[in-house]
């Protein structure tokens, strides 16, 4: 995989009456871990500068599922709408442009379309996991063409690198072998790399896979396990397990960890937390099943450290953090571009971080009766 160089932000700190601290430029690219540290870095605004959706609403700005949401090189906004499996396209400012693809089987139409970026030129690649097919578009909304892409069996795009490749994650395969025998399976999760989409990727790391419980009617993933990974520019950050440590890989290998020394959390210790949020948020039938799986015995000591991973244009890690405790849900993690923790941010409650470009943060915000909403926020630095 061959990756061009990402330009970051560089901070420079001096120390009066002692030797100046080593730069961020002398310290990217090695292991670097932090002390915890408690303290607001990034407040949001009070309202989202561009709210698109609603309830009540028809037309392009009524969307049932955004799995993605891109923001072209001029601010353009391009939505991927899961119920109709379009790319709906918006300016800065949210006025409608345009719409391409559809539901279907023909060039530019999808069956499983569930991720859009942004190629260094600024052309559009959205991915169709079912049909496993990448269509490009021009920044105009023009069809460029189709490709038959050679995914191994479930891949989940996450990025697109600096020159244009496109990077993905192997997803849970549970063979039919499996499912006869029952018990707990775990397969490999692999990262790949596609240079050419109709030739076989390149393997950037390889970590074992989440565990499920599997039997004849199905398989499930065992509680309190995640894996986040992202792609941008010439860089891919994983982070696997309980430890607050982020894997940065380049084009060629690992090439640095950026951590922190907090203590894993123990499942014991959430326990009642994570029970009572089922309970609150599922049905009898789904905690009863929840239940079941949080009392087998694979299910794992401690939790996941983090459960998505953003990297902004600026080379700045948010990375948020699994607690399953009310009074730090959805809180992030914030590391500058050396891998330095800065402290936490906590964007607007049911807001789920897209992109970040500067100040400006897009994504997706989900009300009580479950409608998407895409918004920008704008945020200010502490």
């Known amino acids: 995989m061959r990756l061009t160089t990402l330009c970051l932000a560089l901070l420079i700190g001096l120390a009066c009456d ?20 408690i303290r607001a870095t990034v407040t949001f605004a ?59 089987d023909g060039p530019g139409e999808f069956r499983g379309l569930n991720f859009v970026g942004a190629e260094p030129d600024g052309t559009m690649m959205a991915v169709d996991s079912e049909l496993r097919r990448v269509t490009r578009y021009a920044p105009s909304g023009r069809l460029l063409g189709t490709m038959k892409w050679q995914a191994p069996g479930r891949v989940r795009a996450i990025g697109v690198t600096g ?35 109709d030739q076989p990727a390149d393997t950037v790391v390889s970590v074992p896979g989440l565990k499920s419980v599997v039997s004849r009617t199905g398989a499930s993933i065992l509680p309190f396990s995640r894996m986040p990974a992202t792609a941008m520019g010439d860089q891919l950050h994983l982070s696997a397990g309980p430890s607050a440590e982020i894997q940065v890989f380049g084009p060629d290998s690992l090439e640095r960890r950026i951590s922190v020394d ?46 998505d991973l953003v990297v902004t244009s600026t080379g700045y890690v948010w990375a ?9 849900d959805g809180e992030w993690d914030v ?20 992109s970040i470009d500067g100040d400006l943060v897009t994504g997706v915000s989900v009300d009580e009766f479950g409608v998407p909403y895409v918004q920008q926020w704008e945020t200010t630095r502490w």
């Open 18 to 37: 002692a030797d100046p601290p080593a730069s961020n430029a002398d310290l990217i690219g090695t292991d670097l871990e932090s002390e915890d540290v």
């Open 46 to 104: 009070d309202s989202p500068r561009l709210s698109l959706g609603g309830i009540d609403v028809v037309g392009p700005t009524q969307f049932s599922g955004v799995p993605s949401i891109e923001v072209g090189p001029d601010g353009s906004l391009w939505v991927v709408d899961a119920a109709t499996q379009q790319l709906r396209v918006f300016s800065s400012e949210g006025s409608h442009l345009f719409s391409v693809g559809g539901r279907g």
């Open 163 to 197: 020159e244009g490749s496109l990077v993905g994650v192997t997803q849970p395969s549970w063979p039919v072998s499996a499912l006869d025998r029952g018990g707990v399976y775990s397969d490999t999760t692999h990262v790949l790399a596609w240079a050419e989409l």
């Open 262 to 307: 907090r203590a894993p959390t123990s499942v014991a210790s959430v326990r009642d937390d994570y029970v009572a949020g089922l309970r609150a948020n599922r049905s009898a039938d789904q905690v009863r099943a929840a239940l079941q799986r949080l009392e087998h015995a694979e299910v794992p000591e401690y939790i996941s450290a983090y459960s």
């Open 320 to 328: 948020e953090r699994v607690t399953y405790t009310p009074e730090l």
């Open 335 to 354: 590391f500058d571009p050396s891998g330095q923790l800065l402290g936490q941010v906590r964007p607007p409650e049911g807001f789920l971080i897209r």
